[in-house]
């Protein structure tokens, strides 16, 4: 019985003893410790939990100012473990790779990502320590993939992947090539016909009733070449905005009858009927370039038409129509209708003049 007494109190006086130290919370410690004893090692504890408070505080901090800053860019942002699983993707780069928005794809291989083979190799090299650019092509769109590895003492402990949109620079550089080849082709023409007439008045092979008509098309292909010379400079001028254009409201439907008259003889001499129907049209625009827009439009529309067709102006309703009989454009040309000096025949270019 003294024995079942003394275990009965020794349990009870046990359990009172380390109630208080059971008590004790991470949150507030140094309140609830029964024992001054114990003050130093729950005050010690309360300041690492502040501390591991406030390092989680900035981190939570610093990971929202990145998920941000990632989310808000332009750029696609991947970032790779050392065994290719996401640790971070941005909205952008989910978008590239069609990925669904809301979904979770971190702790998941980018093989669920995106399934391209030469991106999967561009990332086995990366982990290998060979850091690699890749220009893919994903949904019509073309990028350019950097791939940097992440590590220390040549350890690679992960990989960032930036995947920049360089569609219209693509563009821009095969619109610019073909544009240059389009006028060295236009360039060339006059200036070849210039120095071969050139060189036989030079070496005395024609005729003294030759050298009229030589000396004619040496003219004409002088002014050729100085048109499109002209027109370069002033496509430079638009582009650059260095032209000093005045802005305001511009009568579209007398502009037309302008143009109208200026062509009508023209039109005449190829058999064309030119008609113009025309209600009062005010927009606002640069007069010049507006003018320039319709004759081109007019001039073009008497250049490709057919012996006896037709052309008419309707301006009306804020709107301007040019409509001819013409040959029109081949369907599989009309992507590059606003391509400078590209032409569906180059041929017809001598012929019909123009740029």
């Known amino acids: 019985a003294l024995l079942a007494l003394a275990v009965a109190l020794a349990y009870y006086q046990t359990c009172a003893i380390v109630r208080p130290i059971e008590q004790m919370t991470p949150e507030k410690p140094l309140f609830q410790v029964g024992y001054k004893e114990l003050y130093p090692i729950a005050e010690h504890v309360q300041n690492m939990q502040e501390q591991v408070q406030e390092t989680m505080t900035k981190l939570e901090e610093k990971q929202l100012e990145f998920n941000t800053l990632a989310d808000n860019m332009s750029e696609g942002i991947v970032i790779l473990n050392d065994q290719g699983y996401i640790l971070s993707i941005n909205k952008q780069a989910m978008r590239i790779f069609g990925l669904q928005p809301g979904e979770n794809y971190e702790n998941q291989h980018i093989l669920m990502a995106n399934r391209n083979r030469e991106l999967l190799k561009l990332v086995d090299h990366s982990l290998a320590g060979q850091n690699q650019d890749l220009i893919l092509e994903l949904d019509g769109r073309i990028y350019q993939v950097m791939c940097n590895a992440i590590g220390k003492a040549g350890v690679t402990q992960g990989l960032v992947l930036f995947l920049l949109d360089i569609t219209e620079k693509q563009q821009q ?49 002088a002014n050729r070449l100085i048109t499109l010379i002209g027109d370069i400079i002033q496509l430079s001028q638009l582009d650059e905005s260095t032209g000093q ?16 008259l200026r062509l009508q003889s023209k039109a005449e001499q190829q058999n064309i009927v030119f008609s ?21 439009l007019c001039d073009n529309a008497i250049k490709y038409n057919i012996p006896g067709g037709s052309v008419t102006i309707h301006a009306e309703n804020n709107r301007l129509v040019v409509s ?32």
């Open 324 to 355: 001819d009989t013409g040959i029109g454009i081949p369907a599989e040309h009309k992507d590059r209708i606003f391509e400078r000096f590209y032409r569906v025949d180059k041929s017809h270019s001598k012929a019909s003049g123009g740029t």
């Open 245 to 260: 254009f005045r802005w305001e409201q511009v009568d579209m439907a007398q502009l037309a009858e302008e143009v109208v």
């Open 276 to 296: 113009c129907y025309t209600e009062p049209t005010v927009v606002v625009g640069i007069a010049s370039v507006l003018q320039e827009i319709v004759y081109n």
């Open 173 to 221: 550089e095969q619109l610019r090539r073909e544009f240059t080849a389009n006028v060295s082709h236009e360039l060339r023409t006059p200036l070849t016909a210039i120095s071969g007439y050139a060189e036989i008045m030079m070496h005395g092979l024609v005729s003294e009733e030759n050298v009229q008509p030589f000396a004619e098309k040496i003219y004409k292909e």
